[in-house]
């Protein structure tokens, strides 16, 4: 390792799935490697074996990667300090408990669960608390110890909290001089009897033998910072620099939870946010570049990011903007980048349109606000549709390319894609929503027949080539003759194509269809509606 080279890890738990708290903290760690010409670790710290799983760790590293937020040591990158699993290192673990052997730094304790269990107890009612171990053991003579040892009696390492230490002092990066009173130390278990260790050593033994120069995390960790400086001091080893990040709220003010909506990466993924509307966004709960810029790109990030402006107020959540951002970011995609990012939403609502059955129905709106009214039944995607969807979009990716700007500009989530484009499969289908129907065909009648026959008088004449701009225009055209508005001329048109008087740019999404669907939409609607 380079001397004096910023080294900073992400050290997750896989006891669940990535959250926006541990994304956070990853991001920061990422970017400052970046931004400082350093090493990024991942390490997984996984000696919690009831409550660690495969499928997490799988799952933390998926998100990882999603969010583009590349390692430069750790799982599957293979570096000078591995392993990168804790439960990997056991062996490194034991050497450094073997030197603070050799140091008197620690010794061993005997005390059974009970006995400990019984003091506690007796603390908390004569003498109003309990202040930790009481150092029974501490005062066994070594040959003593020895006995019990070799006798096979189980036992702990407890670390000794050096007498005549003072408080324990460390600047932290963000929250500034910090000093915690050595009374409040009790000697800690550093051991426990299976071998294994306590968090507190593993992760001061890792960050030390992995020459983390700067430990930046939440600061849930805060009142563990104080026990691990210890273990440095009693290993000899140097103090990293501390970053403690501040909690995250909802916008309620409360701690974020699953109260607030999603909170695991995947589920934002899901939700068709973009990765790097997710890393700008996150980058600014809790540091910010000036203090007003608020679009900030990954390069921009790699750059400019820097502990001096991270703040110790607690970041608030904020969806709306978050749905705000990634629409920007949907915005600045090229067709091609937003056809890939939108892959399996495409696919979807093709697979919606291919299992929408053939013919004209009539579905209630959808009514989010009152769920006690009548929903659209949705349509049950079958498997075949799913495949021929896949296999549609595979073999024709530039049409695809041609629906980016028929959406982009009202797009906040990918995953609205379905429901937005579905009608484009329909074939000669078609799923008419209910109050567009009442509004534009019933309460209109006569006129909007004329209207749509009219219309089909246009886009049904072979003389005339399927594309949008002469089809607008000889459309809109016979609005004067016919002595009707606008509105009226087309908006029957829209519900009968699209299914719905929202929709994306009408004339550029018919051309995108086949003449003989649309016509037979058209056809459909004034025989079975009317
Ligand atoms: N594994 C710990 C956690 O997931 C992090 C330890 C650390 O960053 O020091 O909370």
């Known amino acids: 390792m380079e001397n004096n080279k910023v080294r900073v890890r992400f050290a997750p738990s896989p006891t669940g799935k990535l959250h926006i708290g541990g994304a956070r903290t990853a991001i920061f760690n990422w970017a400052f490697a970046r931004a400082n010409g350093g090493d990024f670790i991942l390490r997984i710290e996984d000696t919690d074996p009831e409550r660690s799983t495969e499928e997490n760790v799988d799952i933390i590293l998926k998100a990882m990667e999603w969010l583009g937020l590349d390692w430069d040591e750790g799982p599957g990158v293979e570096g000078p300090c591995g392993p990168y699993f804790q439960t990997g290192r056991m062996d490194t673990y ?36 309990y202040s930790g171990y009481d150092r029974t053991c501490r005062s066994l003579s070594p040959a003593e110890a020895q006995v019990r040892i070799d006798a096979g009696e189980p036992h702990v390492w407890r670390l000794k909290v050096p007498d005549g230490h003072g408080p324990i002092e460390f600047d932290d990066a963000v929250y500034g001089p910090m000093s ?37 995390r939440g600061d849930d960790h805060l009142s563990n910072t104080p026990r691990q400086i210890l273990i440095y001091e009693a290993l000899g080893r140097p103090v990293p620099q501390f970053a403690h990040l501040s909690m995250i709220l909802g916008p309620d003010g409360k701690k974020l939870s699953k109260r607030h909506g999603a909170t695991s990466v995947g589920e934002y993924r899901q939700r068709g946010y973009l990765p790097d509307a997710m890393v700008n966004f996150l980058a600014l709960l809790g540091w910010s570049l000036d203090g007003e810029t608020t679009l900030i790109p990954r390069e921009q990030l790699c750059r400019e ?20 951002m990634n629409g920007v970011y949907i915005r600045e995609l090229s067709a091609a980048q937003w056809v890939e990012a939108a892959a399996p939403w495409l696919i979807e609502a093709a697979a919606l349109g291919f299992s929408a059955p053939d013919a004209v129905q009539i579905v209630p709106t959808a009514n989010p606000s009152d769920p006690s009214a009548p929903q659209p039944e949705p349509i049950q995607v079958t498997e075949d549709a799913l495949a021929r969807a896949a296999e549609y979009f595979g073999a024709h990716r530039a049409w695809f390319e041609q629906l980016y700007p028929l959406v982009s500009e009202r797009l906040v989530r990918l995953d609205e894609i379905p429901a937005k484009l579905a ?52 459309c809109r055209d016979l609005a004067e003759p016919l002595g009707m508005k606008l509105k009226n001329l087309l908006q029957p048109l829209r519900v009968a194509v699209c299914g719905n008087m929202v929709s994306p740019p009408l004339f550029e999404s018919i051309v995108l269809m086949d003449r003989s669907e649309v016509l037979a939409r058209i056809t459909n609607v004034i025989g079975k509606v009317f």
């Open 94 to 129: 034991r050497e450094a408990l073997e030197l603070l052997k050799q140091r008197d730094a620690v010794y061993p304790c005997f005390c059974t669960k009970e006995e400990l269990d019984a003091k506690r107890r007796q603390a908390e009612e004569t003498e109003g608390g």
């Open 180 to 216: 915690f009173p050595i009374e409040a130390m009790d000697d800690m278990i550093v051991m426990r009897s299976d071998g294994t260790p306590t968090y507190n050593f593993a992760v001061v033994c890792d960050d030390s033998n992995m020459g983390i120069t700067h430990v930046i």
């Open 305 to 324: 990011f820097s502990l001096e402006r991270v703040t110790k107020k607690d970041a608030i959540f904020d969806e709306t903007k978050l749905d705000w």
């Open 423 to 474: 009608f484009l499969f329909w074939g000669t289908g078609c799923q008419l929503d209910e109050k567009s129907v009442n509004k534009v065909f019933w309460k209109e009648g006569a006129l909007a027949e004329e209207a749509l026959r009219a219309c089909f008088e246009v886009l049904g004449s072979q003389d005339n080539p399927w594309e949008a701009p002469l089809l607008e225009q000889q």
